[in-house]
């Protein structure tokens, strides 16, 4: 089995679904996260799903990652994206590979959304594919994690 992998969900993701539906579609968090969860379980990966509208709370869940045995994480901030110091520092200081997440296609919407403060310290960021953004940063760690085996095994 490959292992675990940390969903995190920031600021406002819990009104998904009746928050701007125009932007954010009508598919709830609990939907997504059983979504989240059956892509993860088809790929033998095992899925915990968190959501926190607090800074320090998402913060305290990077840090302790590696402890409680994931793998990677694949990290929706929210709006905490774009000005959030402490959970960009957070993600520079733990060693589990991280994957920015959005819904929305954040680079065409708002200028201030197209700025990242955790992208530069992420391994990769996928925005604008809906629900589908989740699944496919989940496929991205368990890329990643396959070509860090490869690379340990010498091919």
């Known amino acids: 089995m490959p292992g675990a992998a940390l969903i995190l969900h920031g600021v406002n993701l819990n009104l998904l679904g009746t928050r701007e539906p125009?932007?954010?579609?009508?598919?709830?968090?609990?939907?997504?996260?059983?979504?989240?969860?059956?892509?993860?379980?088809?790929?033998?990966?095992?899925?915990?799903?968190?959501?926190?509208?607090?800074?320090?709370?998402?913060?305290?869940?990077?840090?302790?990652?590696?402890?409680e045995g994931f793998m990677g994480v694949v990290f929706n901030p929210g709006a905490f994206t774009h000005y959030s110091i402490a959970l960009r520092d957070a993600v520079a200081a733990i060693d589990v590979p991280v994957v920015e997440v959005h819904l929305s296609n954040v680079h065409a919407r708002e200028e201030f959304r197209s700025r990242s403060v955790i992208a530069a310290?992420?391994?990769?960021?996928?925005?604008?594919?809906g629900p589908q953004?989740?699944?496919?940063?989940?496929?991205?760690?368990?890329?990643?994690?396959?070509?860090?085996?490869?690379?340990?095994a010498g091919r």
């Open 22 to 67: 125009a932007v954010y579609g009508r598919t709830t968090l609990a939907a997504v996260d059983r979504l989240i969860k059956e892509h993860g379980r088809k790929r033998g990966l095992r899925v915990e799903c968190r959501q926190s509208n607090i800074e320090g709370e998402l913060v305290n869940w990077l840090q302790g990652a590696r402890r």
């Open 121 to 129: 310290v992420a391994r990769g960021q996928i925005s604008g594919f």
């Open 133 to 152: 953004s989740y699944l496919l940063g989940l496929d991205a760690l368990l890329s990643l994690r396959t070509t860090a085996t490869r690379a340990r």
